[in-house]
């Protein structure tokens, strides 16, 4: 907690920076083309433009208090609604990219450690050097060229549902959960089908950290002394791999695993882009390119706050993990 | 691998004392490159990359921004190696031509982002204190944003520029330079020749940029050339979502966002072989930067 409160202060300040750093006058560019001096002073004063940096800081922290990120130019929504709306398409892609990609690299990652100098050992270095080395984006039009038009096995990269479906009713904006929830088996399956493709892109971008972390954490673990004496003793195989060594080497991963969501929230616009994915990547593009400000500013922030969340639990993580590593004040 | 070690050492005896130290560079360079092939392929796509940026408008067959009616999107054929695109661009001249302005973007971030993150962090490891701290919290607050959120909200700041394209992925990447530096120098700041320049009467600033900075390079290069890769990619996505560079200009990022309009209808061509262009860059600098770690690693050394 006590690294957190700084870091989001840091992150207020910067995203309040960004906001005022804007080429030109904001107030002209509100007031539009036909305005006067006298409504361009105006709209100064409605935006609280006339008043001085820090007075114009401390409103905009209140404002970020009441939960106002400003409004939308293009969709003319409040830009928290927006967000909040597109959050959970984004959040779906990314929590299950994230997912396939640690059952496929913690795993690769053990046995090239395990049998180092095996085809699984050059199988891991392959898939590390050369998935550094991949654009997502390009990626993601690779695999549409291949299962879409050649193959045909995956749907149109056109959203996170075919227009056959219908909508399943909003619970929690995952549409797997939503549509489970309502038991639509149809509707999970049309949802499942357009999220392989965008999700196993956003994956072999963020398995090659993954797998060379738990590969570099094992052999570490393995060649310890404590591994070597539970083998002394007797122990069975499976138990020193899974108990001693996996568990040992699960930490560094973990940390790793934080440092991949930031890399995959920056992905995800991306492959949002690629798949027409309606999350919030694409809406910030969209907002970029139409340069409504005020919406860019709100994804950038929240997308920080996210991801300071994330480290957050990652730290009450590691307590879970490794029950060496306590907090002060709980002990 | 003895023969291997037998001339690296004939060519490294020292004739003259004078030219000692270049030489044995030099074979030390042979000797690495002759026991690790990798690096030494590596070396040679960095040629190609480089005789392309420079040269490619000449080498390039046709003129990369003339459109021909009468040729859109051909597939690859002995004529256009790459295809052509949808106003009938040739795909490869474009390739080609644009390998120039993603190397410039790419290496003007890394440079500039080299300079302010070793100036910062080479004066907080030297001196430490409320700098160390204040820095510290600075760039920890950077790392806290999601880096390729935060290049989109400068450039969406400072307006959509290829200039600021540079700006963003520069500012970025310097909180990993301002660790590593500060790290290095920070480690050799009570070390016996750092002290014994001192003693012989060099002011601190002296110290540190005359006798400490020199002996953090080594490191500090192999983080530049992963680096660009990075850059390159950064940079290239930043184009995709269209910032930044504006069609026609040929850039690998805006050109494969451009023929991903086409990959559902099966012209594959104009998407692939830009990517493949930026996958090549990207993979060259990242096994540079794995060969240079071998070269600057002193275990490697005799």
């Avoid at chain 1, 114009?56 to 709306?85: A, E, H, K, M, N």
């Amino acid at each position: 907690m006590a690294q957190t409160i700084p870091v989001v202060i840091g992150v207020v300040v910067i995203s309040f920076l960004l906001t005022r750093a804007l080429p030109g006058d904001p107030a002209v560019y509100f007031a539009g083309d036909a305005a006067d001096a006298a409504s361009i002073q105006q709209v100064r004063e409605a935006l609280g433009l006339d008043k001085s940096m820090p007075q114009q800081f401390l409103i905009y922290v209140g404002d970020l208090l009441r939960g106002d990120l400003g409004q939308s130019l293009s969709s003319g929504q409040p830009v928290l609604t927006d967000l909040t709306y597109r959050l959970p398409a984004s959040l779906e892609l990314t929590l299950v990219a994230l997912g396939l990609s640690c059952l496929i690299a913690i795993p690769l990652g053990v046995l090239a450690a395990t049998r180092p100098g095996t085809w699984v050992d050059h199988l891991c270095r392959v898939l590390v050097t050369a998935g550094v080395s991949l654009p997502t984006f390009f990626t993601g039009v690779v695999l549409i060229y291949f299962f879409y038009y050649l193959t045909g096995w995956a749907p149109a990269p056109l959203g996170r549902l075919d227009f056959i479906y219908i909508e399943p009713d909003r619970v929690t904006g995952f549409y797997l959960i939503d549509s489970l929830l309502a038991g639509d088996i149809e509707t999970f399956l049309g949802a499942l089908k357009q999220l392989i493709l965008p999700s196993i892109t956003l994956a072999l971008f963020t398995m090659a950290p993954i797998a060379r972390m738990t590969r570099s954490a094992m052999i570490s673990a393995l060649s310890s002394d404590y591994i070597r004496t539970v083998r002394a003793a007797g122990l069975s195989r499976t138990t020193i791999l899974r108990t001693y060594a996996f568990r040992n080497a699960l930490l560094p991963v973990i940390t790793t695993l934080g440092m991949v969501f930031s890399f995959s929230l920056g992905a995800n616009v991306l492959v949002e882009r690629v798949f027409a994915w309606p999350g919030i990547g694409s809406y910030a593009v969209d907002a970029l390119v139409a340069s409504d400000y005020a919406a860019v500013q709100g994804f950038v922030l929240a997308m920080a706050l996210l991801f300071v969340f994330v480290n957050l639990l990652i730290d009450l993580l590691y307590s879970v993990v490794d029950p060496r590593i306590g907090f002060a004040d709980n002990e | 691998m003895s023969s291997d070690l037998g001339t690296a050492s004939v060519v490294a005896t020292p004739t003259q004392p004078a030219s000692y130290q270049s030489q044995s560079t030099l074979a030390h360079i042979i000797y690495v490159l002759r026991d690790n092939p990798v690096t030494l392929i590596a070396f040679i796509m960095l040629s190609v990359l480089v005789v392309c940026a420079l040269f490619g408008h000449w080498i390039a067959p046709y003129d990369p921004l003339a459109t021909d009616s009468s040729s859109i999107l051909q597939p690859p054929s002995s004529q256009h190696w790459f295809g052509t695109d949808n106003v009938g661009r040739d795909v490869f001249s474009r390739v080609l031509v644009a390998t120039r302005l993603d190397l410039q973007i790419s290496i003007m971030a890394v440079s500039l982002s080299f300079v302010i993150g070793a100036t910062l962090g080479a004066i907080a490891g030297y001196w430490g204190g409320w700098i160390d701290i204040v820095l510290s919290r600075f760039l920890d607050t950077i790392m806290a944003f999601p880096l390729f959120v935060l290049a989109m909200g400068i450039v969406a700041a400072l307006g959509n520029t290829v200039e600021n394209i540079i700006y963003a992925t520069a500012i970025i990447n310097i909180p990993f330079y301002a660790r590593l530096i500060r790290a290095e120098v920070n480690l050799r700041r009570d070390s016996g020749f750092a002290v014994a320049a001192k003693l012989s009467g060099n002011s601190d600033l002296r110290v540190l940029v005359q006798h400490i900075f020199p002996n953090t390079l080594p490191p500090v290069m192999v983080q530049v050339s992963l680096n660009l890769g990075w850059a390159i990619l950064n940079a290239a996505g930043l184009s995709f979502i269209g910032l930044g560079v504006r069609p026609p200009t040929p850039e690998w990022g805006i050109m494969v966002a451009e023929g991903a309009n086409f990959i559902v209808s099966g012209e594959w061509w104009m998407a692939v072989f830009p990517g493949l262009a930026l996958m090549f860059a990207v993979f060259t600098f990242n096994l540079l930067g794995d060969g240079l770690r071998d070269i600057v690693d002193p275990r490697k050394r005799k």
